[in-house]
């Protein structure tokens, strides 16, 4: 499967504006598992129990995160589309869902995301992040133009 941009690239733009709390909860949680990589599945399993169990949308957003970091795109996106369950209006959830929907190859699913955050960046006045997300989308258009082209 083709993809179409760095994954790590797009997640450190988007997962800047998340709280810096939640940007630390997640370092350390990668720490941990690159320590000990032999156990790093039955760690991410045990976290995702316990805090799946918690109604909190900070919780599956810093989730959600851990998941893309190690590759997971179906567990981010279950992740981010909790935390946008309990909060409709969170744009990074948005965007970060695009980014793994991406990495899926669900194109239409990831622009749909990303246009939705981008929409929600530009109500609330946050012009960087909303000009950084329509780049994203506009790489991605021009992905599929020239795929369709070839």
């Known amino acids: 499967m083709k993809r ?7 997640t450190v733009t988007l997962v800047l ?5 939640a940007i630390s909860a997640v370092g350390k ?3 941990q598992i690159k320590a000990s990589p032999s156990t790093a599945l039955d760690r ?7 805090l799946n169990s918690e109604q909190d949308q900070e919780t ?3 989730l959600g995160v851990f998941c893309l970091l190690f590759g997971n795109w179906q567990g981010a996106i279950e992740n981010f589309d909790q935390a946008i369950r309990i909060n409709p209006n969170v744009a990074e959830a948005y965007g ?6 991406l990495q899926l190859g669900d ?4 622009t749909e995301d990303l246009q939705k955050a981008a929409d929600i960046f530009q109500q609330k006045g946050k012009i960087a992040e909303y000009q950084e997300v329509m780049n994203i989308i506009k790489e991605i258009n021009n992905k599929s133009t020239d795929a369709v082209i070839s």
Do not use: C, P, W
């Open 4 to 10: 179409f941009i760095s994954t790590a690239a797009a």
């Open 17 to 21: 504006s998340l709280s810096t709390q």
């Open 29 to 31: 949680a990668h720490d």
């Open 44 to 50: 991410q399993s045990s976290i995702m129990i316990e």
């Open 60 to 62: 599956y957003l810093n």
């Open 96 to 101: 970060i869902r695009g980014i793994a929907r």
């Open 107 to 110: 194109v239409k699913g990831a």
